[in-house]
């Protein structure tokens, strides 16, 4: 069954489906904590400050970021299928176990265990499509499978609905529970695949001589033009993570609302108009890296420039109508730049080392989505959210000139160390 599946003309797409599976399910369990505060608080107290709320978000993301690095040399390594579904069985069943939490600091240790797990999937689960599409698909099939984690951060703002119909324990225990049996359909359908670029060598599955991991980081680490990736994929993090763990409450706030409306409101105007974005995304960058090698990353940078003005209308607007414009926008443009991470780290890093590259990206853009977060907790105990959240435009400004000026790709994809 397994060779006739990974022959089949259709079965890389496949791939892409299974995975979008794994990145709704990864997104939402992470999501969905954002939108049940008010009904967690209830039971568990300390989260009645923002402070607090903040340091419970922020603490996967610090763990989450410091295991990416660590997640992208293993994925590099060992047969990505058994590490994406054993991440997702682990991270699924720390979501379940959330649902019999009864202090703070239960909760702040799930949340850390949850960092853990979660950071092993997207290295894993973007090389192997970027493995599977190496053509003029890429971009289209990064694309889809970030819708993924789109859709999911939208029923992840379900949460709070389930939480006001039952309770936030039945939110944690019913999510958590659908990723352990979407676990044994990866077990049936999901293939490792691996070509001679791809393939690690027996120095690399040890970890010792040239090709060890630090020769992986020094490869990666050693060029300008990784850093400049660096930074371009850190700083939009800033206005990312915001959005995703803030926006439910400034919609919430601005508007008046009950979080339990808020929450699918604001998830779900993100969701789909990211969407929207990483297929146009995705679809408008494999076109035009046929015509120009900077066709990714000027689409790129199209993306990252309309969430600049997305951000002042979403931080400043005070009427549904303005909050609701800067959401739609932020999220075509950020999905633009979503689905373009990837195939433009393949145009500067080779095969053997894309997962660890990856790795190294998340790292830096969840360590600046935890900064901000915490920073916008204490913004938020003292009513400066949306003002804040506006000012974020200004880095990401910056990080598109530098994007513009320095990155000039020989490659539409590098084969080669």
Known sequence: MKAVLKNKSWYPWLVVGLLWGVALLNYM????????????????????????????????????????????????????????????????????????ATTFNQLLVLRALMGVSEALYIPAGLALIADYHRGNTRSLAIGIHMTGLYVGQALGGFGATVAATWSWQTAFQSFGLAGVVYGIILILFLHEKRTDETKPSG??????????????????????????????????????????????????????????????????????????????????????????????????????????PALFLTGLSTDLAGILAGGILFGVGFGMFDANNMPILCQFVSPRHRAAGYGLMNMTGVFAGAIITQLLGRSTDAGNLGRDLALLAIPVAVAVILLLVSLKPKFADKTED
């Open 203 to 308: 120095e690399e599955l040890h970890g010792t001589g040239p090709s060890s991991a630090v020769r992986s980081l020094g490869l990666l680490l050693g060029t300008i033009s990784f850093w400049v990736i660096l930074f371009y994929f850190a700083v939009p993090s800033l206005p990312g993570w915001a959005v995703k763990n803030w926006l439910p409450t400034l919609f919430s706030s601005a508007l008046d609302i009950e979080m339990s409306k808020a929450g699918p409101l604001s998830t779900i105007t993100i969701a789909f108009s990211s969407f929207a974005g990483v297929i146009t995304g995705g679809i408008i960058a494999d076109r035009w890296i046929a015509k120009n090698l900077r066709g990714r990353i000027y689409t790129g940078a199209i993306g990252l420039s309309l969430t600049v």
């Open 29 to 100: 369990d992470r999501q969905m904590l954002s939108t049940m505060k008010s009904a967690i608080m209830i039971d568990i107290h300390e989260l009645e400050k923002a402070e607090n709320f903040g340091r419970l978000m922020a603490v996967f993301l610090w763990i989450y970021g410091l295991m990416s690095p660590m997640a992208g040399l293993v994925a590099d390594r060992i047969n990505r299928k058994w590490l994406i579904t054993c991440s997702l069985a682990v991270w699924s069943l720390v979501t379940l176990t959330m649902g019999y």
